[in-house]
């Protein structure tokens, strides 16, 4: 299967841009081609998938400082053996992308002169860089809101926000128990422009009424900026029970990274702590999980003992080696716990990615886990994915 996906890539890659086809002004399509193989201790066989996810939708353009946006999502099982989430395939891992046919997008939206704005419907939400609440727009299924989202926009000197949620619609589709989450939950965000980058106040306050264990409120300040090739951001935020939640906790978040960049090279360096007390630790059900703690998912629920993960990473753009510039990614991390020290193992990610036209891209990526005495299972991910966005 990989392959054949590598031989379709060369084709479209010799293309004349000419020849593809002129879409509609405001056609929203987005098509993804996936082969996914895991390898996790403790299952008998290899879990492997060929996957197709389109998205087709349509955005009006703005008048009156209104629009309109409709977009359907729908992921197909090509290919292969493997635990979806939702259909049992025994003895296999989970690769977590589920067939779905769903709206994933319906939402009306204002904007004015000065960028303040309304969002009305089902939507992507994004706080910063997705840390607390993102789409996980690495799986095939996106996460989406039922949700009104305010912004201030530039009238202000201070940068303010705020979101309902309604209903989360999860990756996992309706027919799983907990494909959504029942929610009556609030995000406010406030923000400025200081000397040393954006400082900004959040509070995410979650309520589900069919997962109360994951109701929770989190109260946080972020600091992040950059200055000429150095780049850094501080966070802290503080967690504790809300709502539903029958366990009683307070537990902290911290992070701190640094990037430095030269030519096509960007270096960086740093460390996030999610807080534990042996029962309960810092989670964020909301997040783009993927992007952080590695990219194996071996943490995507934080252990009751909370998780320290060190990281370096490096990044490099060779553009001379194809007729294409190709990016190359490499990023280490080393887990423990937060209390105890247990040793929860390290990983190493690797990627390339390459533009085939402006339009196409394809991109190979490897994450290798190796978990530590007190760490989940070893597991190998392999993924090989060529994308096409109108």
Do not use: C
């Not at 950059?226 to 366990?247: C, I, M, T």
């Amino acid at each position: 299967m990989p392959a054949s996906l590598l031989a379709l890539s060369a084709a479209l890659a010799a293309a004349e841009p000419a020849s593809m086809p002129v879409l509609p002004e405001g056609l929203i399509l987005d098509v993804r081609l996936r082969y996914e193989q895991v390898d996790q201790d403790g299952f008998a066989r290899e879990a492997d998938a060929l996957t197709l996810r389109t998205r087709l939708g349509f955005e009006t353009p703005r008048r009156n400082g209104l629009s309109l946006l409709i977009e359907a999502e729908n992921t197909l099982h090509l290919a292969g053996d493997f635990a979806d989430t939702v259909d049992p395939a025994p003895g296999f891992p989970v690769i977590a992308d589920p067939e779905i046919t769903e709206l994933n997008r319906l939402q009306i939206s204002y904007e004015n002169a000065q960028k303040a704005g309304l969002t009305l419907g089902r939507q992507y939400l994004v706080l910063d860089d997705q840390r607390f609440v993102g789409p996980v727009g690495f799986r095939q299924n996106s996460q989406t809101f039922d949700a009104i989202d305010l912004t201030s926009g530039s009238a202000l000197p201070v940068r303010l926000r705020y979101a309902y949620i309604d209903t989360v619609h999860r990756l996992f589709g309706d027919d799983h128990p907990l494909g959504e989450f029942d929610s009556d939950s609030h995000l406010a965000e406030a923000a400025i422009d200081t000397p040393l980058g954006e400082a900004a106040l959040f509070a995410l306050v979650l309520e589900f009424d069919n997962a109360p264990g994951l109701s929770s409120q989190t109260w946080g300040a972020r600091l992040a900026g950059a200055r000429e090739a150095l780049s850094w951001r501080v966070e802290f935020a503080r967690q504790s029970e809300h709502a539903g939640n029958p366990a009683g906790f307070d537990v902290d978040y911290v992070r701190a990274e640094a990037d430095y960049a030269f030519e096509s090279v960007r270096l960086g360096a740093g460390i996030q702590i999610l807080g534990g007390d042996g029962a309960n630790a810092f989670q964020t059900p909301l997040a783009t999980l993927h992007k952080f703690q590695g990219a194996a998912d071996a943490f995507l629920t934080t252990p009751a003992e909370g998780l320290r993960d060190l990281h370096l990473h490096a990044s490099v753009t060779l553009p001379d080696a194809l007729p294409r510039p190709l990016s190359l990614r490499a990023a280490v991390h080393d887990f423990a716990s937060d209390d105890g020290d247990l040793d929860f193992g390290s990983e190493l990610d690797l990627s390339a990615g390459l533009a085939l036209t402006d339009r196409i891209d394809l991109e190979a990526k490897a994450a290798l886990f190796d978990g530590g005495p007190s760490g989940p299972a070893d597991r190998t991910k392999l993924w090989l994915t060529l994308s096409y966005t109108y």
